[in-house]
Antibody
Framework: EVHLVESGGGLVQPGGSLRLSCAAS????????LHWVRQAPGKGLEWVST???????YYSASVKGRFTISRENAKNSLFLQMDSLRAGDTAVYYC???????????WGRGTLVTVSA | SYVLTQPPSVSVAPGQTATITCGGL??????VHWFQQKSGQAPLLVVY???DRPSGIPERISGSSSGNTATLTISGVEAGDEADYYC???????????FGTGTKVTVL
């Protein structure tokens, strides 16, 4: 069975950094693009970042220049390095597997990031 | 950037049909995907590529698309269908994934 498990969330001060991880199992990790999607409290879904099978990254305008997505295929792991965090980055961050044509077919349960002084 | 507009809420009696719309410019030319999110849970893919269902999703959940509107239809609504529903597309002009604003389905 396919599983994605996020970790690394927590409370961080504005301007701080946090690194999220996503551990994958049940599929050939290197064959799939992977994504981060977030959801602020009481709000809708917002795409954050994508990394393809050849390490090509994409970012939303709201995080570009502050967040860095990466993957380690040997460890079936996805990461999101978040720097210069703002209050508006407070959200549950979901890891999701990508499929074609361009959708998210499996999601993790999410990890909560709270940016507050 | 590409915008997808959904009605904030839809209310439906058990056994009736819920219709959730997703409006976007010429959306018929896009592949539209739909997610169900129950309270406190992660989103679940229920329809992909306009009309296809992942394994395990019942046939009473279906998708369609025409012109500027994509539609998710839930027939024979059950209490367990109460959730938020989101549409999603890939905006190739902006190299970004776009979600709709979300629709809360309430079963009366």
């Amino acid at each position: 069975e396919v599983h994605l498990v996020e970790s690394g969330g927590g409370l961080v001060q504005p301007g701080g950094s946090l690194r999220l991880s996503c551990a994958a199992s049940g599929f050939t990790f290197s064959d799939y693009g992977l994504h981060w999607v977030r959801q602020a409290p009481g709000k809708g879904l917002e795409w954050v970042s994508t990394i393809g099978t050849v390490d090509d990254p994409y970012y939303s305008a709201s995080v570009k220049g502050r967040f860095t997505i990466s993957r380690e295929n040997a460890k079936n792991s996805l990461f999101l390095q978040m720097d210069s965090l703002r209050a508006g980055d407070t959200a549950v961050y979901y890891c999701a597997r990508g499929n074609l044509p361009w959708y998210f077919d499996v999601w993790g349960r999410g990890t909560l990031v709270t940016v507050s002084a | 950037s590409y915008v997808l507009t959904q009605p904030p809420s839809v209310s439906v009696a058990p056994g009736q049909t819920a219709t959730i719309t997703c409006g976007g410019l010429n959306i018929r030319s896009q592949s539209v995907h739909w997610f169900q999110q129950k309270s406190g849970q992660a989103p679940l893919l229920v329809v992909y590529d306009d009309t296809d269902r992942p394994s395990g999703i019942p046939e009473r959940i279906s998708g369609s698309s025409s012109g500027n509107t994509a539609t998710l239809t839930i027939s024979g609504v059950e209490a367990g269908d109460e959730a938020d529903y989101y549409c999603q597309v890939w905006d190739s002009s902006g190299d970004q994934y776009v979600f709709g604003t979300g629709t809360k389905v309430t079963v009366l």
